[in-house]
């Protein structure tokens, strides 16, 4: 047989198997790069600087992208109002802020939403402070005012927000002084039951210590949960395949630079001594914890975490993903080499994973930029 006859045929052999390694194969199709796309710019519209960013999708997959718009400064305190985008399109574009809620010269901050599957409506949950009580009077006790607790809902998917009314005295012990919910998202479990995880700061011994706050009637009513701590601080949960809740924590106790982890066996009501996990390093900072798929609707059970994967300084945005529950790392992908702080993920309707973080070339708080990637980016296509 003619020689270019038999390498025409193994050629054509070639090809063949190329073409069906395409169309079948996941890891030799080309990965999509992530796309980064700036949601709020520090500076526009008004404000001095966006922070605290939160996001989720609803039952109809709209992404609502929440953050506190700081009127005149970075401060963590002062004239504070909570804003929203939302988008239609998956995360891609976003519409006009709007103003769920402006209190004059006070703060209305650290959001913390929860989408409830059956009902399709958003209860969001967040804090409230006289402006011109900073952080620190309020731990000693000095403050004109303590921090108060609040909830507002919205039944038409982020368009309208009822107004928002207080339960502190459901969600608040006495003794508590600073108190924060979330920041970040809270999840709904199988079971029903709404979680959304918070901090606070004991009076007198000035202790750190993180909680949950649940709703077992889809948001009418709120109930105080678990506490765990000392030296725990922001925190996110996530429920577990055995039905379990994992709650990932800012580590204010630098025997070791990395985040800590607490369980509960009981949807919250109580809550193991917190551990540390030392792949997780961090620099004090806030950081997001999300599942992203369970065994039964994936083919396995697949856990995501964001955070600034430094030690010292908030640089590094990165990513990681777990099979097993929370417990090894082995997968993680860096969003962003520079200054970067908070961050919150959600996964929108087709499988698209978002992460809204605070990100910039100088400092950390330029500007708050929605990440959207799949999962074959952040596994190199080794996922299965």
């Known amino acids: 047989m003619d020689y270019r006859v038999q390498f025409f045929r193994r050629d054509c052999v070639v090809c063949l198997i190329a ?30 600087t966006y922070r605290i960013p939160s996001v989720i999708v609803t039952a109809k997959g709209t992404v609502l992208a929440f953050c506190e718009g700081r009127k005149h400064s970075s401060s963590d305190t002062g004239d504070i109002d909570l804003l929203l985008k939302r988008s ?18 006070n703060t209305c901050g650290n959001p913390c939403p929860v989408a409830v599957r059956d009902t399709g409506a958003i209860e969001l949950l967040l ?52 108190y924060a919910t979330g920041p970040g998202a809270g999840i709904q479990l199988r079971s029903g039951r709404l979680v959304v995880p918070c901090d606070h700061v004991e009076a007198g011994t ?90 039964d609707e994936g083919g396995k059970s697949r856990i995501l975490f964001s955070n600034p994967a430094s030690e010292k300084v908030r640089q590094k945005m990165t990513v990681r993903l777990s099979y097993d529950e929370g417990k090894t790392w082995p997968v993680s992908k860096l969003l962003h080499g520079g200054p970067s702080a908070y961050s919150c993920l959600a996964v929108a309707s087709d499988g698209t994973i978002l992460c809204l973080y605070e990100r910039g070339a100088k400092s950390a708080y330029e500007k708050i930029t929605l990440a959207r990637f799949r999962l074959s980016w952040l596994t190199d296509g080794q996922d299965r």
């Open 206 to 295: 000035r202790r750190r210590g993180s909680h949950i706050i649940f709703s077992d009637d889809r948001g009418t009513t709120w109930r105080l949960g678990g506490s765990t701590g000392p030296e725990a601080d922001e925190c996110e949960v996530v429920e577990r395949t055995d039905g379990s809740l994992l709650l990932n924590i800012r580590n204010y106790n630098r025997k070791l630079p990395c985040r800590t982890t607490s369980i509960s066996p009981d949807g919250g009501i109580s809550w193991s001594a917190p551990a540390f996990d030392k792949t997780l390093i961090e620099p004090v900072c806030q950081a997001s914890i999300r599942r992203y798929s369970w065994p």
């Open 88 to 105: 239609t399109d998956g995360g891609k574009t976003f519409s006009k802020a709007q103003v769920v809620w402006d209190d004059g010269p």
């Open 127 to 178: 804090t409230h402070n006289r402006g011109d009580d900073p952080e620190s009077k309020i731990i000693a006790g000095t403050s004109k005012a303590s921090r108060t607790v609040w909830k507002s809902t919205s039944r038409d998917d982020g368009l309208t927000w009822s107004k928002p009314e207080e339960i502190t005295p459901a969600t608040k012990k006495p003794d508590w002084t600073w």
């Open 19 to 48: 073409a069906w390694a395409a169309a079948w194969c996941p890891c030799a199709t080309a990965v999509e790069p992530a796309e980064q796309i700036d949601v709020y710019v520090s500076g526009q519209d008004g404000y001095d």
